[in-house]
């Protein structure tokens, strides 16, 4: 199987909370080796930062990758919390 790479972070359904520190609480970036666990553990990690809206957790998905360039594309969702920051 060929590797993956990550493409694209993007972030959606957030106006609150700036994109970079949506994107610096991540433990990859664009570019690096796709790794299944640590997409999951951005999810866990950014709902433990408590600055997302509880009633709507933020979610870390991927896209199919793209047999032409090998990159998958991430999207971060969640609304911030008017309360919570960092």
Excluded at 7 to 32: K, M, P, Y
Aim: aromatic fraction near 6%; glycine fraction near 10%; charge should be negative.
């Amino acid at each position: 199987m060929p590797v993956e790479f990550i493409g694209q972070i993007q972030i959606e359904g957030n106006a609150t909370i700036q994109d970079r520190v949506i994107i610096g609480q991540l433990d990859f970036t664009t570019g690096d080796p796709f790794d299944l666990k640590k997409v999951e553990k951005a999810e866990a990690d950014l709902l433990r930062l408590d600055i997302f809206d509880r009633k709507d957790p933020p979610t870390v998905r991927f896209g199919e990758t793209d047999p032409t360039t090998g990159l998958r594309n991430i999207i971060v969702r969640g609304e911030g919390d008017a309360i919570g920051h960092l």
